[in-house]
């Protein structure tokens, strides 16, 4: 069974910083990449950030600058670091990842954790 673990969100100034991780659980598992995407009330649910096995990374126009993703793939885990924080950034934040774990590659997403930005 794969199950991904979000750390907790929070509530934080604008300006402010804040850190999210992810983690996989599961034994076999193969992580082609690992991401995060939001979604705000009364909207679509949005890519934020993603980095793949090799490193790469990418990043939604609106966080480019000022949200770093991070990965540690011996532990299977992932980092957001998210600065310079604005009331447009609140939303639940889900961990998402792409696995392949005996059979063909699967999506698994986390169970939301809410940022919230305050003014």
């Known amino acids: 069974q794969v199950q991904l673990v979000e750390s907790r969100g929070g509530l934080v100034q604008a300006g402010g910083s804040l850190t999210l991780s992810c983690a996989a659980s599961g034994s076999d598992l193969s992580i082609m990449y690992m991401g995060w995407h939001r979604q705000a009330p009364g909207k679509q649910r949005e890519l934020v950030a993603r980095?793949?096995?090799?490193?790469?990374?990418h990043y939604a126009d609106s966080v480019k600058g000022r949200f770093t993703i991070s990965r540690d793939n011996a532990k299977n885990t992932m980092s957001l670091q998210m600065n310079s924080l604005k009331p447009e950034d609140t939303a639940v934040y889900y961990c998402n990842a792409l696995i392949v774990r005996r059979g063909p590659a699967s999506n698994y997403w986390g169970q939301g954790t809410q940022v919230t930005v305050s003014t």
């Open positions: 980095i793949t096995n090799d490193g790469s990374t």
